[in-house]
């Protein structure tokens, strides 16, 4: 069964808030590195995580717009954090408080991505969740994906600018 055919099980599953998730990538977004808790909370072995594109763990219920916004950063150069729910092998979910940085050669090119990620805090999931509903409905209501995927950036900028703050800082205002 494909990964992408695995039902959701509508379990969460959970890591310890001291244990860190690491993965690094190359430019095109494949797996170079995924630590232990990775392996472990992700339920896939070493060997099928290295080469995989990162979004073996994408779960549906996260927002393509989102991601948009994580590239358009990453790709400026600027380091990102943002919440993220992933899918597990099995189809169980698990959320992260993610730290995406640009990974530079010594001249100072980017050659990759490197994430950390923490255990959330429950209280910014309270807020996070709503909103990513709103964007998935957003992006739902069209019938073009790519279309759906600009309409939810749009809404997020939008809710940048109406509340005045950054990125940054209204990710860390959760």
């Known amino acids: ?18 244990e860190v998730i690491v993965s690094k990538t190359d430019l095109k977004g494949r797996i170079t590195y995924a630590n232990r808790v990775f392996q472990q909370v992700a339920g896939y072995s070493e060997s099928e995580l290295m080469g995989a ?7 549906p219920d996260m927002p393509r717009c989102v991601f948009k916004l994580l590239w358009v950063t990453l790709e400026a150069g600027q380091e990102i954090f943002a919440y993220v729910v992933n899918r597990a092998r099995n189809g169980d979910h698990y959320w992260v408080f993610a730290h995406v940085t640009p ?3 010594a001249d100072g090119r980017v050659i990759g991505y490197h ?26 209501s069209h019938a073009d994906r790519k279309q759906g995927m600009e309409a939810g950036f749009a809404a997020v900028l939008a809710l940048l600018a109406e509340k005045g703050i950054g990125y940054d800082e209204f990710v860390f205002s959760l």
Do not use: C, W
């Open 1 to 18: 069964m494909a990964r992408r055919d695995v039902p959701l099980t509508g379990v969460e599953r959970f890591f310890d808030p001291d």
């Open 53 to 59: 594109p990162h979004s073996i763990v994408r779960h």
């Open 103 to 105: 990974s530079f050669d």
């Open 115 to 140: 994430s950390s990620r923490r255990v959330p805090e429950r209280s910014a999931l309270d807020k996070v969740i709503p909103l990513y509903h709103q964007l998935l409905d957003i992006e739902n």
